[in-house]
Nanobody
């Protein structure tokens, strides 16, 4: 079992930055690929970014590529999402998730554990 708790969301103006954190407890954190997803009001949950077990590889949705950076610190059992140049369309609840996978899973169904989400609002 893995428990995930996100933090760092909030209200920011367009063009600003936020850093989300996801703290994991439970099973060995480094055995999991970690992903970030987001869900805007009335929309489906969308993939944002993923990082492999040891942080050597990452993959991003086209909509955030070049603006967001995912990273992890296995010693602290924490994964981060640095979000720069935020746009109003980035407004959503952001979720971190853990997948017992060696690659870069992008489908939500690949993830076994989810956090409760942290809201991000970008004002124009």
């Amino acid at each position: 079992q893995v428990q995930l708790v996100e933090s760092g969301g909030g209200l920011v103006q367009a063009g600003g930055s936020l850093r989300l954190s996801c703290a994991a407890t439970g099973r060995t954190f480094s055995n999991y690929a970690m992903g970030w997803f987001r869900q805007a009001p009335g929309k489906e949950r969308d993939f944002v970014a993923v990082i492999t077990w040891y942080g050597t590889n990452t993959y991003y949705a086209d909509s955030v590529k070049g603006r967001f950076t995912i990273s992890r610190d296995n010693a602290k059992n924490t994964v981060y999402l640095q979000m720069n140049s935020l746009k109003p369309e980035d407004t959503a609840v952001y979720y971190c998730a853990a997948a017992q996978a060696a690659g870069l899973p992008r489908a939500a169904t690949s993830y076994s554990y989810w956090g409760q989400g942290t809201p991000v609002t970008v004002s124009s």
